[in-house]
């Protein structure tokens, strides 16, 4: 079993930055395939990044502006994002399996509880 607890969303301006974090307890983040998705109000969870033994694919909206990394050594995963913008006010979540980068939530086995980012334009 994996838990994931994600921190550091928050209320920002548009063209602002924000850096999430995602900490692991149970297993080694190493041995996964990690992720991010987010849900806007009234919307779908949808796929953000993923890293999969080491390359990273992104969503075409945060293509250049958000950057996933992971640190082993302290087990977290990282969603560095900017020059964000009103669309990217959503609830947002770390995952975690063995399936890949998938950009289906039903492929990601252990889920963080989100943290809400809000851009203000």
């Given amino acids: 079993?994996?838990?994931l607890v994600e921190s550091g969303g928050g209320l920002?301006?548009?063209?602002?930055?924000?850096?999430?974090s995602c900490v692991a307890s149970g297993r080694t983040l190493r041995d996964y395939d990690?992720?991010?998705?987010?849900?806007a109000p009234g919307k779908e969870?949808?796929?953000?990044a993923a890293d999969s033994w080491g390359t990273t694919y992104y969503t075409d909206?945060?293509?250049?502006?958000?950057?996933?990394t992971r640190d082993n050594a302290k087990n977290t995963l990282y969603l560095q994002m900017?020059?964000?913008?009103?669309?990217?006010t959503a609830v947002y979540s770390c995952a975690a399996g063995t399936r890949g980068a998938s950009f289906l939530?039903?492929?990601?086995?252990y889920w963080g509880q989100g943290t809400?980012?809000?851009v203000s334009s």
């Fill in 34 to 39: 990690v992720g991010w998705f987010r849900q």
């Fill in 82 to 88: 900017g020059s964000l913008g009103p669309e990217d």
């Fill in 61 to 68: 909206a945060v293509k250049g502006r958000f950057i996933i």
């Fill in 45 to 48: 969870r949808e796929f953000v």
């Fill in 105 to 109: 939530t039903s492929d990601w086995s």
């Fill in 12 to 20: 920002v301006q548009a063209g602002g930055s924000l850096r999430l």
């Fill in 116 to 118: 809400r980012v809000t």
């Fill in 1 to 3: 079993q994996v838990q």
